[in-house]
């Protein structure tokens, strides 16, 4: 996530700060994430990040997220109808994310 870049190479300087897992993982996380020092002995800058969320299904799966940026979101629409001439109509796949 911290290599991230937009569509002109610079880097989008995105810096994780929530740990998400799945109930299975909860014990590991906490292990990891309520610790005061790293191994090195140095503070530990992710303690307490480690949500919890009951509706993964995956019992492996974790995701990184960044909270602490403002997002702008966008979404394309795919049209129902056919524009005659227009590409509109014949989008094939749709995209939802993030500017």
């Known amino acids: 996530m911290m290599k991230f870049t937009d569509d ?3 880097p989008l300087r995105l810096v994780p700060d929530t740990l ?3 109930p299975a993982l909860e014990a590991v996380a906490k292990k990891l ?6 191994e090195d002995g140095g503070p ?3 303690k ?9 299904t995956s019992d492996t799966a ?5 909270t602490s940026k403002k ?3 966008f979404i394309v629409q795919k049209s129902g109808g056919n524009n005659q001439g227009s590409s ?6 749709c995209c939802f994310g993030s500017k």
């Open 20 to 22: 998400e897992v799945p």
């Open 62 to 66: 974790w995701f990184l997220h960044v």
């Open 88 to 93: 509109v109509g014949n989008i094939e796949r």
């Open 33 to 38: 994430l309520e610790k005061d020092k790293l």
């Open 48 to 56: 307490g990040t480690a949500k919890v969320n009951p509706g993964l």
């Open 44 to 46: 530990n800058p992710y």
């Open 8 to 10: 002109e190479g610079m």
């Open 71 to 73: 997002v702008k979101s």
